[in-house]
């Protein structure tokens, strides 16, 4: 190799040292935010699945206006397990995370543990009704009112999951989906509590 071909290639390379050591430095910057975000998500559901902070604030008092029915208080669920998701139907992860927790709600109903979905969809509660029906979804489904968000503390994250247990404390919140499996240990924890 001529001396001009090692002076360029020499050059190369040290163009390329740093950066190589950019690419890395951007590289771990995302790999701490994909771990921070990772954490933001499964961390709730870890303590909620294993009981971990679970001090619990007092459940807002708000009534419902469920499709199909009348007015449920919140407090009239008390004694049970209560789950108030918050979804929309056009929100994919939701729709991805409602098969779930109409499989806990079916095995656990009779034990105590409910389902209330409250809709934040700004279509007519005709279309929701519609939309849960198509998708096989039987657990009690409300619309959101403005009330409704503002006392669960201004929901803007869909989905968002709140975790009640029977003496009417909120123990639980999980902004995103609510896995199946994290929320079935938390129901199964959460009932055998005495009230």
Known sequence: ??????????????AQRPRSRMFRAVEAGL?????????????PQLQAAFGWGAAGSKEPAVTFDLLGGGPLP???????VVLVNFWAT?????????PGLERVYDDRHTAGFTVLGVSVDERSPDYVAAFLKDHGITYPVAMATAEA????????????????????????T??????????????????????
Not at 32 to 38: C, D, N, T
Not at 74 to 80: P, T
Not at 149 to 159: E, K, L, M, Q, T
Not at 161 to 170: E, Q, T
């Open 1 to 14: 190799m001529s001396t001009g071909q090692q002076a360029r290639q020499a050059e190369r390379s040290g």
């Open 90 to 98: 056009w929100c994919p992860p939701c729709r991805a995370e409602m």
């Open 149 to 172: 968000v503002a006392r669960f503390g201004g929901v803007n994250d869909y989905p968002t999951s709140f975790l009640i247990d029977r003496r009417g404390r909120v123990r639980y």
């Open 174 to 195: 999980v902004r995103g989906m609510f896995a199946s499996t994290a929320l079935r240990a938390a129901v199964d924890r959460l009932l055998a509590e005495q009230r």
């Open 31 to 43: 790999w701490v935010v994909v771990a921070a975000l990772f954490a933001v998500r499964v961390t």
């Open 74 to 80: 919140l407090a009239q669920l008390r004694g049970q």
